[in-house]
């Protein structure tokens, strides 16, 4: 039953938050209850809008779309949906000038209802929705919450579900914007599913896409009037156009997302006169949502954020003042605060790493991130931590997920020195140049990326083990993608058995996903057999060179310059007492699944101590774009 939303005492915002525009609600109740319905909407509404920052409720536009049932919607809906303006706005400055002149600080805001407005926008809705079985439509929406929803917010459970099981009632009005967001989920539940792909005409029929397809079909264009649960439509577009390899649609969806969080202010929070517990509560948990995808996105295609935190005011999730019916739609956010934490951690990858300067040093931002990164595990709690993981039989699959993503991140961020070290030990006979001294802090940062894309390879081979892996999602290919080149590098530079097994097992895993229907599993397949096959090449005309070079070992001439080179290298820090006469051997290394051991290490204590690394003389390379 929808609860009233009872506020008092209406204030408006202060100016320097920026302005929260009121938009009239557009409410349709079922064409044959209308009367009765429009009644019982104003009694809820005016109960709510006694400021005069709400519009009145004096129309229903009986034209627009048609939710399926007032009582089963939450009030964050029904309620007049803010349209934010930010403080550089002309009306905001307009209404800054009134209030001083008038010496009234009442003075309402703008409203937002004058646009021009179509039906042609609308997307019509059949008598033959083509709904599957409600039982095994309840069993899809069960398993993409599992998959999705607890790692993320994506739909009020409860609230959602009382919807679903309206919508199989005969005689009643469907509203496309919901129906959209019904079939979204469906799509997710078959893809997490595992369902055996079929082929259609040489072409692998993805579980889970002809619900998306009928989404799409009724996607609208709301974007004037938006509300919260449509952008949570949106998000679920987007996150299934991953596992479609659709990347560009998917980085679209969530800027989409993001665009209209941004207009409706879920970035701000909310004077906490304007709305409820329950209705701050879901704005915060939308917006965070939109927030990790957007760097999720961004991330998995190295462009910049759209938003940066110094921008964004609004409270982390929480519990607090919520009633146990609200703890139904919104459950405990200890997952969502850790996605969070990690999507902050992303940003800060892309902003200070992967930049599209010519040079700059990146040592110090290396550093930077790591003690970002061991203070986010050193803050996790018990049932979050790793140990969680080594402990049990079968953990859960967000926990997994969690760690998956923060191991993927200590590989992006120790990537460029990796590399690096992979170019100062490769011996390549085409270099037309030396990659220059190599500071003896490079292995041992080389060696953390190399033991996290370890762990993230066994994490992902154990969710395989234990049937949690997605084998035709984008994000876990998309993972063992990238622990794979890392390990197919490390592989060639010290070969070993264990590094070889490395190497093999999670080349057969891509390969295994690929062919199982995983379309991004299939390029990152081939990407990867083209790397190993160079790295082979490269290999076998070192061997060559080398055995050129052994004759010319006794030259003076040569043994100088290797006296150059070794003083070239030599740099006058105590960092350097721990690495600088030994390099890292793939058969003794040590790989943990702890990832607070990789931190831990000696050598990156000391290296997320040390002061002056800019005089190390390493240099970042910038963004390399792909065209």
Same mark, same amino acid.
């Given at each position: ?62 034209? #627009? ?24 706005? !002309? ?15 009442? *003075? ?79 799509? &997710? ?16 029929? *993805? ?39 659709? /990347?560009? $649609? ?25 709305? $409820? ?57 200890? =997952?969502?605060? /850790? /996605? ?10 892309? =902003? ?5 300067? /010519? ?42 997920? &969690? ?30 140049? $030396? ?10 940062? #080389? ?11 066994? &994490? ?8 949690? *892996? ?37 080349? $057969? ?28 090449? !490269? ?7 080398? #055995? ?26 105590? *960092? ?52």
């Amino acid at each position: 039953m929808l609860r009233p939303n009872r506020h008092s005492n209406k204030e408006q915002p202060n100016d320097a938050e920026g302005s929260l525009v009121p938009r009239r609600p557009v409410l349709n109740p079922p064409e044959q209850d209308i009367t009765t319905d429009q009644t019982a909407t104003k009694e809820i509404l005016s109960s709510a809008a006694t400021g005069t920052d709400l519009v009145a409720i004096e129309h229903i536009d009986t034209h #627009a779309t048609k939710p399926l049932h007032v009582r089963y919607t939450r009030e964050g809906d029904l309620l007049p949906r803010y349209s934010y303006v930010g403080d550089a706005a !002309c009306e905001a400055f307009n209404r800054r000038v009134r209030r001083h002149l008038r010496n009234d600080d009442s *003075i309402a805001p703008p409203k937002h209802d004058r646009y021009f407005k179509t039906n042609a926008l609308r997307k019509p809705v059949g008598r033959d929705l083509d709904l599957p079985d409600q039982g095994y439509a309840r069993l899809l929406i069960e398993t993409a919450e599992r998959f999705v929803g607890s790692e993320y917010h994506v739909f009020l459970r409860r609230t959602f579900l009382h919807q679903f099981d309206e919508v199989y009632k005969p005689d009643t009005s469907k509203d496309p914007a919901w129906l959209c967001g019904l079939f979204a989920i469906l799509a &997710l539940g078959e893809l997490y599913s595992n369902i055996p792909v079929r082929a259609h005409h040489n072409q692998a029929d *993805i579980p889970g896409t002809g619900f998306f397809l009928r989404a799409l079909d009724l996607f609208e264009d709301l974007y004037e009037e938006p509300t919260v649960s449509y952008i949570e439509t949106v998000l679920l577009l987007s996150y299934y156009s991953h596992a479609l390899n659709r /990347s560009n $649609s998917a980085y679209i969806f969530t800027g989409l997302a993001m665009r209209l969080s941004m207009a409706l202010g879920l970035h701000r929070e909310l004077p906490a006169q304007h709305a $409820s517990p329950f209705e701050h509560e879901h704005r915060r948990r939308v917006w965070w949502t939109v927030y990790a995808f957007d760097r999720l996105c961004s991330l998995k295609l190295g462009h910049p954020v759209t938003i940066k935190d110094e921008d964004i005011s609004v409270n982390l999730p929480s519990n607090n003042n919520l009633t146990s019916e609200d703890l139904e739609d919104l459950p405990d956010p200890k =997952q969502i605060l /850790s /996605s969070i934490a990690m999507a902050r951690i992303a940003g800060s990858i892309l =902003q200070d790493l992967y930049q599209p300067r /010519s040079q700059f040093a990146i040592l110090p931002n290396v550093q930077k991130i790591l003690a970002q990164l061991k203070d986010f595990i050193q803050s996790l709690p018990d049932e979050l931590s790793l140990a969680k993981i080594a402990s049990t039989a079968c953990p859960g699959r967000a926990l997994a997920s &969690l760690h998956v993503h923060c191991n993927h991140c200590i590989v992006l961020t120790t990537r460029p020195v990796f590399f690096q070290h992979f170019r100062s030990q490769a011996n390549l006979p085409h270099a037309r140049t $030396s990659p220059g001294p190599c500071s003896a802090v490079v292995p041992a940062l #080389a060696d953390a990326c190399v033991s996290a894309a370890t762990t993230c390879y066994k &994490l992902l081979r154990r969710l395989w083990v234990n049937g949690q *892996i997605v084998t035709l999602g984008g994000f876990d290919s998309q993972y063992l993608f990238s622990a794979a080149t890392i390990l197919a590098m490390s592989h060639s530079l010290k070969p070993t058995n264990s590094s070889r097994t490395l190497v093999e097992g999670s080349s $057969s895993m891509l390969r295994i996903m690929g062919t199982s229907g995983n379309i991004p599993a299939r390029g990152y397949y081939e990407q990867l057999a083209e790397l190993k096959h160079d790295l082979e090449l !490269c290999e076998d005309s070192a061997g060559e060179v080398n #055995a050129a070079q052994s004759q010319a070992k006794s030259s003076p001439i040569q043994a100088d310059r290797e006296n150059a080179t070794e003083v070239r290298q030599q740099v006058p820090t105590d *960092i350097t007492s721990a690495t600088a006469t030994t390099e890292p051997d793939g058969a003794h290394m040590q790989y943990n699944l702890d990832v607070a051991a990789i931190l831990n290490a000696p050598d990156i204590n000391e290296f997320l101590t040390f002061e002056g690394l800019d005089e190390l003389g390493i240099e970042g390379l910038g963004s390399q774009p792909l065209w």
